[in-house]
């Protein structure tokens, strides 16, 4: 069953991704050459508590950290650690979720730390345009697996336009989300249009491309985690949450006023 929100606990998402939308903001500023990925968890963490929230990501299933940074070929779920120093030319994936009154919000952008090659810059340019025509794709009445196509399409635009092909992480994709981080459905981001659940107003989905430079094949790492791309190739991960309304798509972990 997918979980249908009632108005106000939309709102109270909302609250919960403003959260989420500033925590990403101040991880953005502080994310430069010499800091390290455990300073940016804990300017994460503590920018979602004094919102009086509570980092979702920390103790779930043994996660130890507040937030993923992903590094290079690292995909997504990277652990924060001291020794992880960021360098100029690094591209570094973080995702975050916070928990407010019981609610979730759930979003990740991906940062070029100093300046990247072209190719870096095109990969995140493709994986957030993927990730806006899935939002785009996410109105009442539509299946779900629209929003998988709209992904998959605008991918394949952005290769035409780069010059340059990308692969689609297909092991991991967009999930439901309100009352839990993850819920049903499952939201691939590839696929054929028309199929799986109509989209009904009050869902709210993670909407969530990974793309890489190279092959879309995985591997986990052993700290149980950190999944990388199999091929060593860079990859990119941009995420929101996004609402199922009356009017079209709500944003809900999009920054204030934006």
Not at 44 to 69: L, N
């Amino acid at each position: 069953m997918i979980e249908i929100k009632s108005p106000a606990e939309l709102q109270a998402m909302r609250a919960a991704g403003l959260v989420v939308a500033r925590a990403l903001a101040e991880v953005t500023a502080a994310a430069k050459p010499g800091v390290s990925t455990a300073e940016l968890d804990e300017i994460a963490e503590q920018t979602i508590r004094d919102a009086g929230a509570v980092p979702s990501f920390k103790g779930y299933h043994g996660f130890p950290a507040s937030i993923c940074a992903s590094v290079n070929e690292q995909i997504v779920h990277g652990i924060p650690a001291k020794s992880q120093v960021l360098a100029e030319g690094d591209l570094l994936s973080v995702d975050c979720g916070a928990i407010l009154d019981d609610w979730h919000g759930d979003s990740a952008v991906t940062l070029a730390i100093g300046g990247v090659s072209a190719a870096d810059e095109d990969l995140s340019t493709a994986t957030r345009l993927s990730m806006e025509a899935g939002i785009k794709a996410a109105v009442a009445g539509a299946r779900l697996s629209d929003i998988s196509h709209a992904v998959e399409a605008a991918t394949l635009a952005a290769e035409r336009a780069h010059g340059r092909e990308y692969g689609i992480v297909r092991e991991y994709g967009g999930h439901g989300i309100g009352s839990s981080m993850h819920m049903d459905p499952f939201l691939p981001n590839y696929g054929k249009p028309g199929r799986g659940p109509k989209l009904r107003v009050g869902m709210a989905i993670a909407i969530e491309p990974m793309l890489t430079l190279g092959s879309e094949e995985t591997v986990e790492l052993e700290d149980g985690w950190t999944v990388v791309t199999a091929d060593a190739s860079r990859a990119a991960h941009w995420e929101h949450t996004v609402a199922i309304t009356e009017d079209g798509p709500w944003v809900l972990t999009a920054p204030e006023g934006a």
